[in-house]
């Protein structure tokens, strides 16, 4: 039984009405925006939520819609839920398009679209797996929600508000990501160090990065320095590559380059930012350099692990602590470096902002956290992971390989309840999700939407006493 598929084929009756449906939810421009009238996230996505629910009470489904902000179809009776977390919310179409990016285009075997692959897609795929159990009155033993957010693009909190009104899932997945299963997501902690600006330091300006949770690729700062120091700079400079320098007046201009990279992943990129703090540190004293960025050049340096923080740490159940510089930032008398730290699901927050300050203070240098997202993790022996992953070997005849990551999903927002699964799979060429021409592949999309219904059934059908 574990390895045989039991209701996910019963989804291919119903193919020829999803893409007809998809289409007309990929012609719904539903870029969220927090500026309109039409609360919370304007218009369009107002109109892809009421489609998308009109269409659910179309096939016999019961809905809810908790002010625009996420809405529900569901199946079932009781208070135990089973959650399957979508949004009909997408980026920007953007430049470089040969199709309409609001138009479904079809191609060979491709659909072209916004949303095609994140995430109304999905969406619709959970939509009819709820309408092919309504159909075959399989009988559960929990109320079965698909849930539509409205939010996730902009990291809203869509799902925070329905969560609050409708209560959380006992199990669940979002297919929001990628196959296998995606049982860990590391905590994200994001924290400010800072110092008053110092008027004995030689920086005059810094700059380098736009966002803390990426690696900044360009660094640029204004230095007061004599000739001698130019020439040293000049000498410190010969044989690194990424590096460029001028003089004007007392005034040094240096600009360096380094390679981008997401933040969950730093070790990918190279942070121009630590590139140039590191090659000031070793021309100038640590009183012209300042508090923070000698903190910088001597506590963060070139690593991404947190070494020198103390903060060096990893599990088996989702790797390694990662630690970016996202923003460093010298003007206006303020100094400021936004570090995004991504923290193994074993680990405590409260350890690692203890660690920073300890740190920090003898550098006279203030530690302010920012944001933080608890880590999610749900045991890879729970029976949510065990029937998701046999409902993907029913439907591919392949093992579902169990990971981790430093990103964040909707998932985190369900309590350690719900798990990320699919909708690409391993062998899936890019989607180009969130650029121009994004597209599914209809093999692709059977595929997913069979193993859909038949993580669904299974949950479904589970007794009681396996939460």
């Not at 939509?127 to 698909?146: E, F, I, P």
């Not at 460029?244 to 981008?260: H, P, Y």
């Not at 029937?387 to 439907?395: E, I």
Request: proline share 4%; with cysteine.
């Amino acid at each position: 039984m574990k390895n045989q598929m039991l209701f996910g084929h019963k989804i291919d009756q119903y193919f020829d009405d999803m893409l007809a449906d998809l289409g007309a939810l990929v012609s719904i421009p539903s870029v969220c925006d927090t500026s309109s009238r039409q609360k919370p996230f304007g218009q369009p996505c107002r109109e892809a939520l009421d489609y998308i629910l009109n269409l659910a009470g179309r096939l016999g489904l019961t809905t809810a819609n908790v002010n625009y902000y996420a809405g529900e179809a569901s199946y079932g009776t009781g208070n135990s839920y089973i959650d399957i977390l979508t949004h009909v919310d997408v980026v920007p179409a953007g430049d470089g398009w040969n199709t309409d990016p609001y138009e479904m285009v079809k191609k060979g075997s491709f659909l072209y679209g916004r949303g095609t692959a994140d995430d109304k897609g999905a969406a619709i795929a959970s939509l009819y797996a709820l309408k092919a159990l309504k159909d075959a009155h399989v009988t559960g033993n929990y109320c079965l929600r698909t849930v539509f957010g409205c939010g996730e693009e902009i990291g809203s909190n869509d799902l925070d508000v329905y969560y609050r009104k409708r209560g959380y899932p006992v199990m669940g997945f979002t297919p929001d990501c990628s196959y296998g299963i995606c049982g860990s997501e590391k905590g994200i902690l994001c924290a400010d160090f800072s110092v008053p600006h110092s008027r004995c330091s030689v920086v005059k300006s810094f700059h380098a990065g736009l966002a803390v949770n990426a690696v900044p690729d360009r660094a640029h700062a204004e230095i007061f320095c004599s000739n001698i120091q130019y020439d040293k700079l000049k000498a410190a400079i010969q044989g690194n590559s990424g590096f460029s320098i001028r003089k004007e007046g007392d005034l040094a201009f240096l600009n360096t380059v380094g390679k981008a990279a997401h933040g969950a992943e730093p070790e990918l990129g190279e942070n121009a930012a630590s590139k140039l703090i590191h090659l000031l540190y070793e021309v100038f004293t640590r009183d012209e350099l300042g508090l923070l960025l000698t903190f910088a050049a001597e506590k963060i340096g070139l690593e991404y692990d947190g070494s020198s923080l103390g903060i060096r740490m990893a599990d088996k159940e989702s790797g390694p602590l990662t630690l970016n510089a996202g923003i460093v930032a010298v003007q206006d008398g303020t100094e400021l470096i936004s570090a995004d730290i991504r923290y193994p699901v074993t680990a405590s927050k409260e350890m690692i902002i203890n660690q920073l300050r300890q740190n920090a203070t003898a550098y006279q240098v203030t530690v302010t956290e920012i944001k933080h997202m608890a880590p999610l993790h749900i045991p890879a022996e729970s029976f949510m992971i065990s029937a998701m992953s046999d409902a993907y070997r029913a439907v591919t005849g392949e093992n579902c390989n169990i990971y981790s990551t430093g990103g964040g999903t909707y998932a985190r927002h369900a309590r350690n309840t719900v798990a990320a699964f699919g909708p690409v799979f391993p062998d899936e060429p890019p989607s180009n999700a969130h650029g121009p021409n994004e597209h599914i592949e209809l093999g692709h999309y059977l595929k997913h939407s069979r193993i859909c219904l038949e993580a669904m059934y299974r949950l479904f059908t589970a007794p009681i006493s396996v939460q």
